[in-house]
């Protein structure tokens, strides 16, 4: 399998793990959101923002946009799930489509992300890597602070294998996806 396809098949399996965790907070009341909790970022609300902070930057980086210093320091964090979801979902799908035009050439492609004193580049197969690792790093301290709830923490790691199509029907059609046009080769 080419790189370029393996990196949309992990922007879709992002954004089912999101749908997912996203799911599962919502069956807890609003309060549990910003609730105290053992983590890096200390609360599921802290946590998932600084996902989202992080995603916007790294996003916007791809789609060569300016300004990223600023609009990460000017980042509002949202105080809600369902102020965040919806900000959230966007990223992931703004995402999908950059890696929907991502082929060999453009993993190659140097990425230019402003920093506070410099300008960092990385090609862009290696900034993708580095985003879906921290997307995961980061899901996964959300779904350990689930366990001291009473929602079930869900099931986030079954997306990239074809093989197991059977554990994702229901949220591949709540997307209207297909697993043909998500595994497709390239």
């Not at 910003?34 to 791809?62: K, M, Q």
């Not at 410099?118 to 580095?130: E, G, I, K, M, R």
């Not at 059609?173 to 046009?181: N, R, V």
């Given at each position: 399998m080419e790189l370029a396809s393996q990196l949309r098949i992990q922007a879709r399996a992002n954004r089912l793990a999101n749908r997912r965790?996203?799911?599962a907070i919502a069956t807890l009341p609003e309060a549990?959101?910003?609730?105290?909790?053992?983590?890096?970022?200390?609360?599921?609300?802290?946590?998932?923002?600084?996902?989202?902070?992080?995603?916007?930057?790294?996003?916007?980086?791809?789609?060569?946009?300016?300004?990223?210093?600023?609009?990460?320091?000017?980042?509002?964090?949202?105080?809600?799930?369902?102020?965040?979801a919806p900000r959230q979902t966007a990223s992931d799908e703004r995402l999908i489509a950059w890696c929907d035009r991502l082929d060999a050439a453009g993993c190659e492609r140097a990425v230019r992300m402003e920093r506070?004193?410099?300008?960092?580049?990385?090609?862009?197969?290696?900034?993708?890597?580095?985003?879906f690792m921290h997307q995961t790093h980061h899901r996964g301290q959300v779904h350990a602070m689930l366990s001291s709830t009473a929602a079930q923490p869900p099931q986030l790691d079954e997306f990239l294998m074809p093989s197991e199509a059977c554990l994702r029907v229901d949220d591949m059609?709540?997307?209207?996806?297909?697993?043909?046009?998500m595994f497709r080769s390239g």
């Open positions: 965790l996203h799911a549990e959101f910003g609730a105290a909790r053992s983590g890096f970022f200390p609360s599921i609300g802290l946590t998932l923002n600084h996902i989202l902070a992080v995603d916007e930057y790294y996003v916007g980086a791809l789609h060569g946009s300016t300004g990223l210093v600023a609009a990460y320091r000017a980042f509002v964090p949202a105080d809600s799930l369902s102020r965040l506070a004193d410099h300008v960092q580049t990385d090609l862009a197969a290696h900034v993708l890597a580095h985003l059609a709540a997307l209207g996806w297909d697993e043909a046009a």
